[in-house]
């Protein structure tokens, strides 16, 4: 709840309004309060960024049955709860005013396998299946994917020491030669 009132004063200090709703997307309660809240906030939902994720580096033989549903609840079942309730609650009466609104997936560029992180390349390979299927589902909301390739952010400096030499190779897998920023 902090960081979020931290971004929403941002918000207020560049001249735009916002609220702050802290949810565990995980949590399938949790979400259709959220999204109930929001609804009473401003009265409608014109737009969805999935924008949440989570992993840690590892081997797939490494990978415990609780890393794995971590991962997955994060990177895949989140994005899906926050969608369904978005369309349900709002976005599937709105389509029928003419305002149907969209929802942004962010997942990642996992088609050549995520290697030391095959938990988060299958739960995004998911989120790309279920984009397409809700995109055929639910038009006439807009529902896409964005899969940004290797990123460099802080949150890579969340990794453990020994990831240092991955995240240096990675510019080597993109055309560009580079991250991006």
């Not at 797939?60 to 990177?75: E, H, M, P």
């Amino acid at each position: 709840p902090e960081k979020l009132e931290k971004v929403r004063e941002e918000i207020a200090a560049a001249g735009g309004g916002a609220t702050t709703h802290a949810c565990d997307i995980r949590d399938e309660e949790q979400v259709c309060a959220t999204v109930d809240a929001v609804l009473a906030a401003h009265g409608r939902i014109d737009g969805l960024v999935n924008n949440a994720g989570g992993q840690f580096p590892a081997p797939l033989r490494d990978i415990s049955l609780k890393g794995w549903d971590a991962v997955v609840r994060t990177n895949l079942t989140g994005g899906f709860l926050m969608a369904r309730e978005c369309y349900t609650q709002w976005m599937k009466q709105a389509a029928q005013g003419g305002n149907a609104g969209a929802i942004v997936n962010i997942i990642a560029d996992m088609w050549q396998g995520m290697p030391s992180m095959g938990h988060s390349g299958a739960a995004r390979a998911g989120m790309l299946n279920f984009t397409e299927t809700a995109a055929f589902e639910w038009a006439p909301v807009r529902v896409n994917a964005v899969a940004p390739g290797w990123i460099a952010s802080s949150g890579m400096d969340q990794y453990p020491p020994e990831m240092a030499a991955v995240i240096r190779s990675l510019p080597e897998l993109v055309p560009l030669r580079r991250l991006g920023t």
